[in-house]
């Protein structure tokens, strides 16, 4: 489908102001733009393109309708994900630490907003994806990732900032090709109902969803998170072995980053979050409970022949 050429007018315009540095004047272009039901998409080389939306501005997407560019090559180094459920100031903090830490890598930042009242405090970098209130935190995780640009992807948490350099040392760990997805917090279990932190860095049973780095390609090869999970724990349990199943490695790697309260945790009833907990583990177990394969310590060895036991943990994590 192909733009408008007064959107192509008014897109080289605002190319022309982002290039003096009116970063104003771009914005108003863009929100005009916008307006026709049009979004630019600014390419590395300082080229853009025009894309369509699929809903009317000022109008909540569905995020089926998000559109995906994963078919696509990729155009930037790295892109970086969040799903916003509310206190968008978590989410702004780790954007302006990100913005600090690029250097010369190419960044994609993008914010699936699913609380009805997306705002411009996000900046002119970040692709902000309005979603319908009421959208599941997997679903919101899925419509944001479908818009990878980057060779490599961190879906994060905004309770987690750096503090230093984070792209170098994920680069690093996936030059490896055995390695799934990365991150600094890992988890693993004897029994597959209880996940405990990992002892350090190296192979895991799964990353936790405070900061999972991967390979765009991932997305593909291990499939998107199960949009089942409409509350966020044990969603990165169990695309942590998709990953696994997938023939790859979770592994965890020291990185420079501040994890600050994980808000929907704290926010959340003791009697709510124990509920959504119970149900999202189950759904958990009821396609991996006998993988057994998948597990660092394998199947567990019980007096008697009896099978594992335990209760899956109650922390604010995973």
């Not at 040392?169 to 004897?190: K, M, Q, R, Y």
């Not at 390609?217 to 291990?222: G, H, N, P, R, V």
């Amino acid at each position: 489908m192909q733009a408008p050429p007064e959107l192509v007018r008014l897109a080289e315009q605002r190319a022309q102001a982002r290039a003096a540095k009116d970063f104003r004047e771009a914005d108003a272009i863009r929100d005009r733009i916008a307006s026709a039901g049009w979004t630019v998409v600014d390419e590395p080389d300082g080229t853009f393109r025009l894309e369509p939306v699929a809903a009317e501005h000022g109008q909540p997407l569905g995020a089926q309708d998000v559109a995906s560019v994963l078919d696509e090559p990729a155009t930037m180094d790295v892109s970086v994900h969040w799903v916003c459920e509310g206190w968008p100031e978590d989410v702004e903090r780790a954007i302006r630490a990100f913005r600090n830490q690029a250097g010369e890598r190419s960044a994609q930042y993008v914010v699936a907003d699913v609380t009805g009242a997306p705002d411009d405090r996000w900046g002119e970098d970040v692709e902000v994806l309005g979603l319908e209130p009421g959208t599941g935190w997997a679903a919101a995780r899925n419509a944001g990732l479908r818009r990878s640009r980057g060779r490599i992807v961190l879906a994060m948490d905004g309770s987690v900032e750096p503090t230093g350099d984070v792209f170098g040392p994920i680069e690093a760990a996936l030059s490896d090709t055995t390695i799934g997805v990365c991150g600094p917090f890992g988890i693993v279990t004897t029994d597959l109902r209880q996940f405990d932190e990992a002892p350090g860095a190296g192979p895991c049973d799964a990353i936790e969803g405070y900061l999972m780095a991967f390979r765009r390609e991932m997305l593909t090869e291990a499939g998107f998170f199960d949009e089942k999970f409409k509350w966020y724990r044990t969603a990165d349990i169990e695309w942590s072995f998709r990953v696994k199943d997938a023939g790859y490695r979770c592994e965890v790697i020291p990185l420079p980053v501040d994890k600050h309260e994980h808000r929907m945790w704290f926010e959340t009833s003791p009697r709510e979050r124990a509920r959504w907990s119970k149900r999202n583990f189950y759904r958990f177990l009821d396609r991996w409970r006998d993988r057994w394969d998948l597990v660092l310590s394998g199947k567990p060895v019980e007096p008697g022949g009896t099978g594992p036991g335990g209760t899956g943990g109650d922390d604010e994590g995973s």
